[in-house]
């Protein structure tokens, strides 16, 4: 039984979901996101909550039931709040700036990197030494946040690295003599 999908997913004030067949589109202050639900579960609009129930109880329905009830949460949040990840840059000569849609990262390589925004997330660098991704898609928020960390990950002899905000980093002692 799924105790994430028994409890319906309050809509907040400004919020509006509509649901055709198995597509739920949600539209808030910050966009429109829709989600298409499997032929396993149903999605009923109810006063100013979704409830998703499941059809059926083999194991595929119930699961499928409370991965589209995180679904249609996360599609709420992300039109009324957004998503946000903030990323610290840790290292001597490492450092980030917005040139127009461009994000320029000089991490010790002997050239820049130049990572270009994708559509529907916005990057800014509010200091040399961080970096907010931000947008209403949560996948795609995380998967930016984690494409910009691949190009220096955090090493654990000094530290040094792009890593998210309050990351711990695990340190190991140095080769002794």
Do not use: C
Not at 5 to 30: D, S
Not at 41 to 61: H, I, N, Q
Not at 104 to 131: C, M, R, W
Request: glycine share 12%; proline share 5%; hydrophobic share 30%.
């Amino acid at each position: 039984m799924s105790r994430i999908g028994k409890k319906p997913v309050a809509l907040p004030k400004g919020v509006t979901a509509e649901i055709k067949g198995q597509t739920i589109e949600v539209k808030g202050p910050k966009g429109t996101r829709s989600f298409t639900a499997t032929d396993d579960v149903d999605l009923v609009l109810d006063e100013g909550s979704v409830a998703v129930k499941p059809r059926g109880t083999s194991k595929r329905a119930r699961q499928q039931w409370g991965l589209t009830r995180s679904m249609v949460e996360n599609l709420t949040v992300g039109v009324s709040e957004g998503f946000k990840k903030e990323l610290e840059i840790q290292g001597v000569g490492y450092r980030a700036s917005m040139q127009g849609k461009t994000l320029k990262l000089a991490l010790g390589y002997s050239h820049d990197v130049n990572f270009e925004t994708p559509e529907g997330v916005t990057i800014t660098a509010p200091k040399q030494t961080e970096i907010v991704v931000e947008g209403i898609d949560q996948q795609l928020v995380g998967q930016v946040a984690a494409n910009i960390r691949e190009w220096r990950k955090p090493e654990p002899y000094k530290g040094k690295g792009i890593r998210y905000k309050g990351e711990f980093v695990f340190r190991k002692e140095g080769k002794k003599k």
